[in-house]
């Protein structure tokens, strides 16, 4: 699996505070292409990138490959926190699973209202 934030460099960088990251994740997820080996793309929903995470869906499909994305964010594995100022809010969140598709209105409030009982993130 590689991870992959956004198609802009710039903004993809950005995120992962590393100079040439987008750079290297791409020469990546195409050497494993070029091997025809499974890949699986996954693209954080996130506040930056909230507007443009389809591209990247849009693109791992026209490749062939599975991408998906999901809208939560946990703290980092050695308990550092900071990098949840970029999770989206219950609001953005709401209108991202209406966006694509969440059913049942009322539900949907629920969610909106509670945070709780999210479907799963979508694959395209």
Known sequence: MET????????????TQLSGSHKNT???IEKIMAE???LQI????MKINK????????W??????KAYTDYEMMAQSNLDDSNLQHRLDIKDTGVLLLV??????????????RGLDLPAPRFI
């Not at 996954?42 to 929903?45: A, D, F, H, Y």
């Not at 507007?51 to 849009?58: A, G, I, R, T, W």
């Not at 791992?60 to 490959?65: I, V």
């Not at 694509?100 to 209202?113: D, Y």
């Open 4 to 15: 992959l934030y956004r198609m802009d460099a710039f903004i993809h960088d950005e995120i």
């Open 26 to 28: 791409m020469r990546s």
């Open 36 to 38: 025809n080996i499974p």
């Open 42 to 45: 996954s693209c954080p929903t």
């Open 51 to 58: 507007d443009s995470y389809k591209d990247v869906l849009k």
């Open 60 to 65: 791992a499909h026209s490749n062939k490959s």
């Open 100 to 113: 694509n598709g969440a059913k049942e209105p009322s539900r949907n409030k629920k969610v909106i209202k």
